[in-house]
């Protein structure tokens, strides 16, 4: 049984064979491959595109989807191992994770980080332990990593700049007013070198670096396929001859929980902003963000909308990868 | 593409086929008009009887309905064109209706005014920026108007009073306890006067008096129909010979949003409930509120318990009308 | 027209034929038997498991399931006959359940106690208002008992120690952080002593006693049965040749909604978690708790891990009894 946690634990070639399946359900988008079954999706933090793509994606294709709301702390879980439960957590993992399997024949998780602690959040632990104790697969619906966002992004970028390796892909910092979770740059990051594109990162400081478990990673790839990863705080040279921009706001890691210390590194990327002069900089670049996005903040109104930004796409295409990916683990076979 | 906002949009014709198709529903609920089709719930404040009939009527056409509880200001949107969205929306609406539309085939919005400046609120922002922006039809389930409760209570005026042509229709305010929207005042003043009833509209003082918008169309309509709109603040006057009373109770617009100078007025109303007294000064006319409803406050028990009383009538009927309005939006026909 | 309102009102034939039908779905989860019909689960309480399995279960079967979060006080709803509703309630429960009922073909209620008044709350006024107007069946989801969790726990009980009658079964009082609702407790000792088991009720002090309904309705139970009802303090007494152990903690009765003069007779309690030495004393009990349960708190984790732990099985056994019970009501036949 396999769960679909991140991109890393699988093959260029099996994420290719997902991507090709979505571009079959874009064209046919009724199925029965989860006729007879259901997926719980479980969200620890809000949602409006993710929850409406797979509640409907599993429709289309003949299962049902349970929508649970575990916000709020209504619900708090237990993932150590012996723990003496006499805190706020009412049920230990063990039992939700064992109980929903019993129920359903997919679980799908969102839980962002807590801000609290990043040497304990970057275990991602509670989908971790999910995965442990689910006797059903685990879908990440965007933890410290957004594994759907990146097929979606990927399949988008090819439609438009066809075979993407060797390619120049600029991940840029841009500017947002509050600190945010990695989990898309960290996804970026990985997709991008995994496919076997040139990686730019562009950061307004070195300590917006992302997390040495992703640098590391993105590394690999780039070694694997003779391509390179570049991390810089220089602007025009990270714009210059890119054929995809994708941009992301996030707080920088050394200050994680306690962001009163980032605000002087976050005022250099005060101009990051994408716009048309730094668009011009780029080989006719493509553009993305995945949603929301705040206009004129991350990126200017002429950008957004001009026929460069492949946002809406790569939304859409959410509802695609994510039947793909339901259809694939529901029937344990390969993609 | 049309969208479902108000019944000004609609000729009374094309409204006369909605109800006439409910009725076939309301007989025949299954059906297959939305087979394979989807429809957004969007929800900016709380619904119980809304969010069942139409998530259910979408189920009994063979459809899907997806709800998005968008309460609790999680997921503010910008709705201002070129705006720099550094404040508290995340989203802007041009995303937000297009990526909804790439999922779903309609898209109904509940979003009733924050009470803080009428004359921006009457514009109705929200839900018009989603009909300009969505690709889709959009369906009102309650703004400043309230279309589909329109429908719902014409439907059963003609179910118990027959040809409402030429009948005398009272609109009349209530008590409450607190200053309420003004949408389901709206609606009733706008489909009484379309259907060609004579409307009289009975309120405790003058600064209770409906937008100029509709009591401008329910002018229009009624010299159309050669019928009469009557504002008066005589009890007894409203009340003799009224054919159909219906209730609600609403906060006067010159105090929208600072209403504690309302107090004095309010005070002229108290003895407004509907009560056995005034009944007896109708035409044996039936009465309705759509709900919920205060007993005793707004209707007296005994009002409500007699047969009279069509309210239940009227909150069935939703079911059937959306499901009439969701099948001529999603066919693109006439209904 | 029957509810499931409490096993009180069902014969223990019917619940049997019930749990037996429930074995079937075990088998063969599809079928039809709501075809073309719905359900509204109407949450005034947090849930996740009640909320899928109704779900699910309804689907299964052909039915379409709404669920309606009534939590958080946004729809407060009137019960007394006669009321001004001039307080918070916006509705009277007259509309809400006949409305309803207009929709749908069955209606599940969740509603704790509030912990204020149990004079009041004892009469379980929500759902047994709904009981009174609405014009379908209305299923308890836990209210003051949890009638699903006891079909559930006995069906796990017979799947595991046989033919129940003459066993010991042993409802054993154990800690928790916070005086809980009785619900669980009183379902058990219904059910329990209406299957012919001899009880055995532990408790830390005699103001653990549950609610004198459930008393004497036990009492009657055992009477009939032959067997006996006894209420101890003493661990070893309680636990020796026990053959079923159900976990449950609670608030004492006496300092309903005043709980600090509860502390020191909850203290002595401070022992009572179910743990291995505890078991040794039994003949061999099988264990189980509805979940959530903390473990190390309410059960030590060598109890939970061990095959002794029917739990699970218990959880999983909510969604088919469910089935049976929807089925049942549903189509106005027998069990």
New interface residues.
């Given amino acids: 049984m396999r769960h679909f946690l991140s991109t890393a634990d699988w093959s260029r070639q099996e994420l290719q064979a997902l991507i090709d399946r979505a571009r079959r359900y874009r064209e046919s988008?009724?199925g029965d491959a989860l006729k007879?079954k259901?997926i719980?999706l479980v969200f620890f933090n809000?949602s409006?595109?993710t929850?409406?793509?797979f509640?409907?994606g599993a429709?289309?294709l003949g299962g049902?989807a349970?929508v649970?709301d575990?916000r709020g702390g209504?619900?708090p879980v237990?993932f150590e191992d012996?723990?003496?439960?006499?805190?706020t957590?009412?049920?230990?993992v063990?039992?939700?994770a064992?109980?929903?399997s019993?129920?359903?024949d997919l679980i799908a998780i969102r839980c962002f980080p807590k801000f609290e602690n990043w040497t304990a959040e970057r275990e991602d632990p509670l989908i971790m332990a999910y995965a442990k104790y689910a006797t059903v697969p685990v879908i990440n619906m965007e933890t410290i990593v957004h594994p759907c966002q990146e097929l979606a992004h990927m399949m988008a970028l090819q439609d438009t700049i066809g075979d993407v390796r060797g390619k120049e892909f600029l991940l840029t910092w841009v500017p947002h007013?509050k600190p945010l979770n990695t989990a898309v740059a960290n996804s970026a990051l990985l997709i991008a070198s995994k496919f076997g594109m040139n990686v730019r990162l562009l950061i307004p400081d070195e300590v917006y670096r992302l997390d040495q478990r992703y640098m590391d990673a993105a590394e690999k790839f780039c070694g694997d396929a003779g391509t390179s990863l570049t991390v810089t705080t220089d602007v025009k040279a990270a714009y210059s001859g890119a054929h995809a921009v994708y941009a992301k706001s996030w707080g920088a890691l050394p200050f994680f929980g306690q962001w009163d210390g980032e605000a002087p590194y976050r005022a250099k990327g005060a101009g990051f902003m994408i716009d048309d002069a730094k668009m011009a900089l780029t080989d006719n670049a493509v553009v993305s963000h995945c949603?929301?996005?705040?206009?004129?903040?991350k990126i200017a109104?002429s950008v957004v909308d001009s026929p460069a930004f492949i946002?809406?796409a790569e939304?859409?295409n959410r509802?695609h990868v994510q039947k793909a990916i339901m259809e694939t683990l529901a029937n344990g076979a390969e993609p």
Same sequence: chains 1, 2, 3.
Avoid: F
């Fill in positions: 988008p009724q007879g259901s719980a809000p409006l595109r929850r409406t793509s509640d409907l429709h289309q049902h349970i649970l575990a209504t619900w237990e012996g723990a003496i439960m006499d805190g957590a009412e049920e230990h063990k039992e939700a064992r109980v929903l019993s129920y359903v007013p949603l929301p996005m705040r206009r004129n903040v109104d946002g809406l939304a859409e509802l």
